[in-house]
């Protein structure tokens, strides 16, 4: 042993005796002494450069999006400025731009994608407090408070707060109702004063205006159905309160609390509401750090009181599940990691109702309130571990591909439908362990959340809210599988023929939309219970989206009558909430425009047929079912419209159709919207389609 330095406590001059120890042993074991080899065994250090330094091999840039190809989507103005935003492939937005390049080359005219969207609040508005639709620059809602006739009195306020507890409250669980009773109470106190701010109570109020104010008929409502938004639609309703909301929380940005973050909540619903996708993608952001800020991820303390803890859990999956959603439908990344979150999943059971305070009553011995909200996060959950893995699955596809469009490859457009086949048994699972009171009865021998259109079974003495949970617990669930199979509706003639796979997504795809309008349209026609609510208006727009692609690319298959039958249920469905507000006229009238065009492209077509194909034979009776008018599908409803498109297109001979389908269309390829010529002008080539 080397000598031992002067001058070190006595602390020091162990760790320095063992130092050389150590240096000693190591020295005999180069030297292959095996006196010592047992004796140094538990000496045995890791290595430096693990313990100090990163591998050799690490790569900053490992887990780059660019070492694979992946679906990139689409860049598009959906707002009132010119600005393009981007919008992934899972988007309605993307699967518009599909559409809109099909019609265009399929009628031999230019067709903007912005006559296929929706005439919103932010294609009138540069944001929901604007005063006007002159230009960016003009004047907001201004901040000073108050503006005489701008905000309620007590007696109104009290309306629209008894709304929420019916409504929001059964769906985003995230307040606790005493609370907020006791809050709202503290805030006013000599009579004929208006109460004082609260960025919580203002924001709550201004949802609750936006579903109270569209049962209230429009004042247009007996006339032509109007589609321009104006500042008194229903959908921007309540849009004062949620400025002042907005500017309150601007001064708790560095120290947010639990009410923060439920304002943020609600700040996202309201922007949803109001068709501001953009803003609402970027409050969520800002909702998730704050749920980081207050370790909301985290698993909450065992000596917090229960209420809390669960209010907290509630709080973080109820963000979560919102912000999947949302990420899902616009094709964007997530803020939200769950590798990230140690909280467990928030508890329904009937103690915890007991504890919470809340009037709601529990039905039957299994589900509370509370249930829904679980349901509705785990449904989530599924939708997005197969959202995931799927889109996974296409960029790995891409990357080996020779840079080819799914849609242009039918081998890999077959590989990737198979593994979402395979993947969709989670959402099986989800669905196995919904409790039956949940579930929403059918007549006859129906079944719940299936495909078989089978009628609801209104159960008249069941508690508003648990009817309310039940449909939409099953919306969702038809809006989500009908997203992921939507991929599969495939405009190229080159995926049509021989990917037998592809197609049952595309199917199953339509069948989920057909059932979500079915739901809607005798929900609204028998029943209030989905009167006001506008993301079930949003999910029907999605789904009437679906079902014109689906006709359009597949105008020959025995699920095309019942795809075309339920959009005349949509457009009804879009008439009964165009009386309240005014974007679901507008979706009436452009879902009439694109089936009349849908319908003349389909007739012609039909007219143009002088000997089917073999592979015609057996759909010829469909397409005749179809086109004819003597059956109950209303198909010639849009006949008016038939001479205005044959105007338009004029210039076009008997036979132009079967040039233009002799395209193959990279709006199905993944990164471009051009069409290329596929060598082909036999009409056949292209609308031919397997068997279902």
Same mark, same amino acid.
């Given at each position: ?60 840039? /490992? ?15 959906? &707002? ?46 540069? +944001? ?42 059964? @769906? ?64 921007? &309703? ?27 909540? $609600? ?17 969520? &952001?800002?909702?998730?750090?704050? &749920? ?38 616009? /094709? ?15 508890? #329904? ?6 504890? *919470?305070?809340?009037?709601? =009553? ?5 589900? @509370? ?8 996060? !785990? ?13 996974? !699955? ?17 081998? %890999? ?26 579930? @929403? ?12 259109? %089978? ?59 057909? =059932? ?42 025995? +699920? ?23 974007? =679901?006229?507008?979706?009436? %009238? ?26 015609? *034979? ?6 005749? @079912? ?19 498109? #044959?105007?338009?297109?004029? =210039? ?12 193959? $269309? ?7 919207? #051009? ?13 031919? $389609?397997?068997?279902?």
């Amino acid at each position: 042993m080397g000598p031992v330095k002067c001058g070190l406590f006595p602390m020091q001059l162990e760790i320095e005796q063992l130092r050389l120890r150590v240096q000693e042993l190591e020295e005999q074991l180069e030297n292959n002494d095996p006196s010592i080899k047992d004796s140094v065994a538990p000496l045995q250090r890791p290595p430096a450069s693990s313990a100090a330094s990163p591998p050799a091999n690490l790569d900053p840039l /490992g887990d780059h999006g660019g070492n694979r190809k992946h679906w990139e989507g689409i860049h598009t103005s959906t &707002a009132q400025s010119h600005q393009t935003q981007c919008y992934g492939p899972s988007s309605s937005f993307y699967f518009i731009g599909r559409m809109s390049s099909y019609l265009g080359l399929a009628l031999h005219q230019p067709h903007s994608d912005h006559h296929m969207q929706l005439n919103s609040a932010s294609r009138s508005f540069a +944001s929901p407090t604007s005063l006007g639709r002159s230009n960016p620059e003009e004047k907001l809602i201004p901040t000073d408070i108050p503006i005489i006739g701008d905000y309620l009195t007590g007696t109104q306020e009290d309306y629209f707060l008894g709304l929420f507890w019916q409504s929001f409250h059964c @769906t985003l669980p995230i307040l606790d109702e005493v609370e907020f009773r006791e809050h709202y109470k503290s805030l006013w106190g000599t009579p004929r004063i208006p109460r004082k701010q609260s960025a919580l109570v203002d924001i709550v109020l201004a949802i609750c205006m936006q579903y109270g104010i569209a049962f209230i008929p429009r004042s247009d409502a007996n006339a032509e159905p109007k589609a321009d938004v104006d500042s008194n639609d229903a959908t921007i &309703a309540g849009r004062w309160f949620y400025r002042r909301c907005q500017m309150l929380l601007t001064s708790e940005l560095e120290s947010p609390s639990i009410i923060t973050l439920q304002c943020h909540i $609600f700040s996202v619903i309201y922007l949803c509401i109001a068709s501001f996708q953009n803003m609402a993608h970027s409050t969520l &952001a800002l909702a998730v750090r704050t &749920a980081y800020i207050l370790g909301l991820h985290l698993e909450p303390p065992k000596d917090m009181p229960r209420t809390q803890r669960e209010l907290r859990k509630r709080l973080w999956w109820t963000l979560y599940a919102v912000e999947s959603k949302t990420c899902m439908k616009l /094709g964007r990344p997530w803020s939200a990691q769950i590798s990230q979150a140690t909280c467990k999943l928030p508890a #329904e059971d009937h103690d915890l109702v007991l504890l *919470s305070g809340s009037n709601l =009553a529990s039905f039957g011995g299994s589900v @509370t309130w509370l249930t829904y909200n679980l349901q509705d996060i !785990k449904l989530v959950l599924a939708a997005r571990a197969i959202y995931v893995a799927f889109y996974d !699955k296409c960029a790995d596809v891409l990357s080996v591909n020779d840079g080819k469009g799914l849609y242009n490859d039918p081998k %890999s457009l077959e590989s990737c439908a198979d593994f979402l086949l395979s993947s969709m048994k989670c959402l099986q699972t989800w669905l196995d362990d919904v409790p039956d009171a949940l579930k @929403t009865k059918r007549k006859g021998a129906g079944e719940p959340f299936s495909t078989d259109r %089978s009628a609801l079974e209104i159960e008249l003495f069941a508690p508003l809210w648990l009817q309310r949970q039940r449909l939409l617990l099953e919306l969702l669930y038809h809006n989500l599988a009908m997203n992921l199979y939507r991929p599969f509706i495939s405009f190229s003639p080159e995926s049509s023929s021989c990917t037998p796979l592809a197609e049952k997504n595309a199917i199953s795809c339509v069948n989920h939309a057909i =059932a979500l309008t079915h739901i809607m349209h005798q929900m609204l026609t028998e029943t209030d219970i989905m009167s006001g609510w506008h993301e079930a208006f949003q999910w029907q727009w999605n789904a009437t989206l679906s079902l014109i692609g689906f006709i359009l690319a597949y105008p020959v298959t025995s +699920s095309t009558p019942s795809a075309r039958k339920a959009i005349n249920s949509a457009i009804g469905v879009f008439e009964n909430f165009g009386n309240n507000f005014a974007v =679901a006229a507008s979706a009436a %009238s452009v879902t009439r425009d694109l089936t009349a065009k849908a319908d003349f492209l389909i007739d012609r077509f039909r007219n143009s047929l002088t000997m089917p194909t073999p592979s015609f *034979s057996n759909n010829v009776d469909a397409l005749l @079912t179809y086109n004819n008018p003597d059956q109950n599908n209303n198909n010639f409803e849009n006949a008016g419209l038939v001479p205005q498109i #044959e105007e338009d297109f004029s =210039a076009m001979n008997q036979n132009a159709l079967a040039g233009s389908i002799g395209l193959a $269309f990279t709006v199905d390829s993944f990164n471009s919207f #051009e069409p290329f010529w596929a060598g082909s002008g036999s009409m056949s080539d292209t609308w031919t $389609f397997s068997q279902d």
